[in-house]
């Protein structure tokens, strides 16, 4: 596809499950973020990966976040013992990841809406 | 530190008026500013973003927005409001970090 593509696109899980995220970047894109939406909290960053470097993990709001991408590519976000808070819509986003990019488009995903029940 | 404060979380407009959605930015170094808008069960789609050069800039779907360093804004414009237009827009600064720094959002509501 030409796009970035998220699944599943509706998660429901009961307080304490772990669940998974899985995002696909457009091809080629060598960076790649994860952002979540939560009513009346608006678009908060979580984690940003770059090529072969370390990610930046600064907007992870607990020890219960995590994500990884492998190689290069697909990243999976995991959240462990979920709480009724962590219910929002997370957004995956890729750019070209271009040398200085700053100024780089972000592409981003229909998101996964995740329920916690 | 950046931020960014969207004025109106619920904005009205009648099919064919004028557009205006305010965003105001907080920087301490020159920013780079983006217009993204989400509609219904959508992921976010860039409608235009500033990057110091020119600073009126010309977006998607008919839409502007206008750099203005001595008010600190970004306001995105529209002449002529479409039925299509309806949904939620964000601005959003980047000043060098990896991420965007989102406003809370502006819901375009386009009466017929």
């Known amino acids: 596809g030409a796009g970035v593509s998220q699944s599943p696109s509706n998660k429901v899980t009961e307080k304490g499950k772990d669940v998974e995220l899985r995002c696909d970047p457009i091809s080629g894109h060598t960076a790649l973020y994860w952002y979540r939406q939560s009513l009346g909290q608006g678009l908060e960053f979580l984690i940003y990966?770059?090529?072969?470097?370390?990610?930046?993990k600064s907007g992870l709001p607990s020890d219960r976040f995590s994500a990884e991408r492998t190689g290069g590519s697909v990243s999976t976000l995991t959240i462990q013992r979920t709480q009724q808070e962590d219910s929002a819509v997370y957004l995956c986003a890729s750019s070209p990841g271009l040398a200085g990019g700053s100024t780089d488009t972000q592409y981003f995903g229909p998101g996964t809406r995740l329920t916690v029940l | 530190a950046q931020s960014v404060t969207q004025l109106g979380s619920h904005v009205s407009v009648s099919e064919g008026a004028l557009v205006l959605l305010r965003c105001n930015y907080s920087?301490?170094?020159?920013?780079?500013l983006f217009w993204y808008v989400q509609y219904p069960n959508q992921g976010l789609q860039l409608l235009l973003k500033?990057?110091?050069?020119?600073?009126l800039v010309k977006g998607i779907n008919g839409f502007e927005a206008e750099f203005k360093k001595s008010e600190t804004s970004f306001h995105l414009t529209k002449p002529s409001a479409h039925m299509s237009d309806a949904a939620e827009y964000f601005c959003a600064v980047k000043t060098g970090a990896n991420n965007l720094f989102f406003g809370t959002g502006t819901r375009l509501t386009v009466i017929p």
């Open positions: 990966f770059q090529g072969n470097s370390a990610p930046d």
């Open positions: 920087s301490s170094v020159p920013p780079y």
């Open positions: 500033y990057t110091s050069a020119a600073t």
